[in-house]
């Protein structure tokens, strides 16, 4: 930047001034429009937060499912109304608790989630027909939503009474976060699979949450965000219709998941353009008939890589700015960063206070009165417009290249995200970019703050679970359960039938990945 110059986080130019001759060409009724009605510039539904606020839904997650479980009954005792849970490396990376490689990782950034038994201790108590649930979950995504069906089966809950979301996307693990297991395409049908067996057994569940919060935090653009995210949502979309799905039939049941940074404007224009593209591309590209298929649904959090370990006090201001823009910006659910989050996992006070920020929001900051209080604005409309362009120039580069996954496999999202996260680093470094208490207004002496303690006992006693469960069950009928699962990965039928009878039998996370290890191959990153 030079002189007054001035750009969004994206490197779009900010005007000293916004007026009518920004908008010349925006046309009202096509590109605006109603809330509730194509292309849903204004949000998904009519009446928005007037009809009912957003879902407050706080991620939680560590040691044993027995600690998980207090945390969620915390959070829901403070005014929670929806669970997000986060596990462990090992379960994510499909390993159980007992497991060489888990050592050390054990319910440290997540509960450690290896069986049926785990599982039901995670849910003890919890009203799953009433509550909605998150889970933060990708490569082993399959397995941990089979899981939870079987504890509300056990509980008398019906299929078609659970209601929540398995994030399931597998490609943004490849661009952004690296939590993968097996290679892009067997992936996409573990993908597929789940699309496939929630339609027939739970049909109310949000298959996937595509995924642009990992994408952001690995560094990328605002524009880059959606552009990536949505182009990941085509792929997934062409999957399910390459496998024979009915488009009308899934596309209802998908959602996405986006961040919420600091640059309040950019970040309200960028969930309206995602709405906006994501409503053409399913009704111009896939033809779309039902009006829900052309509805871009989405939770956000907050950012968590803007979060600083120097005085972290700051962190509430960010968030609370970043929790103004998702809701300004039309989210269907929101998680809340804890201040401490740059030093640990949230402590309770954190937590609560993160809780305590949504809330404040939705019940006094007043933009919950009416429908898209930023609607008109010449600023945001301009960069509504700017961003959906720019987003749009990525996707048609992505398609010219064959697809999401074949711009994964020739390493071109992954180069732009650590262009643009590079370009962000020098301008911090530079005095650019400022962030208060890094690069200025920092101040001299160690950080105080409470933070999260890890408990061995906890990651030993889990492993002393594991352990024990491998001896006391019925190990002839595991492994029949365990080699008809292998039969099916290696044919064309869905795996998630012979996977669920498995984990029926007590078969563990780890046994069932190691199967699909064996039949679906490792990837390795070139």
Known sequence: MTGDERTTDSGIEIHPVYDESDLDKFDVATELGRPGEFPYTRGVQSSMYRGKLWTMRQYAGFGTAEATNERFKFLLGAGQTGLSCAFDLPTQMGYDADHPRAEGEVGKVGVSISSLEDMRLLLSGLPLDEVTTSMTINATASTLLLLYHLVAEEQGVRGDQLRGTVQNDILKEYVARGTYIYPPRQSMRLVVDTFSYCAKEMPNWNTISISGYHIREAGSTAVQEIAFTLANGVAYVEAALAAGLLLDDFAPRLSFFFNAHNNLFEEVAKYRAARRLWARIMRERFGAKDPKSTMLRFHTQTGGSTLTAQQPENNIVRVALQALAATLGGTQSLHTNGFDEALGLPTERAA???????????????????????????????????????????????????????????????????????????????????????????????????????????????????????????????????????????????????????????????????????????????
């Open 352 to 526: 609560k206070l993160a809780l305590r920020t949504q809330q404040v929001i939705g019940f006094e900051s007043g933009i919950a009165d009416t429908v898209d209080p930023l609607a008109g604005s010449y600023f945001v409309e301009s960069l509504t417009n700017e961003v959906e362009r720019l987003a749009q120039v990525y996707i048609d580069a992505i398609d010219d290249q064959g697809g999401a996954v074949a711009a994964i496999e020739s390493s071109y999202m992954q180069n732009e995200i650590e262009s643009a996260a590079y370009e962000f680093a020098r301008s911090v470094d530079r005095g650019d970019k400022v962030v208060v208490g890094v690069n200025r207004f920092s101040e001299t002496g160690e950080t105080k703050s409470d933070v999260f303690p890890v408990d061995e006992a906890q990651q030993l006693a889990q492993i002393a679970r594991v352990t024990s469960l491998k001896t006391r069950r019925d190990n002839d009928a595991v492994r029949a359960a365990l080699d008809d699962l292998a039969t099916a990965a290696r044919g064309s039928a869905n795996v998630l039938y012979p996977m669920k009878e498995a984990l029926t039998a007590l078969a563990t996370l780890g046994e069932v990945a190691d199967v699909l290890r064996g039949e679906f191959g490792v990837y390795q990153a070139s």
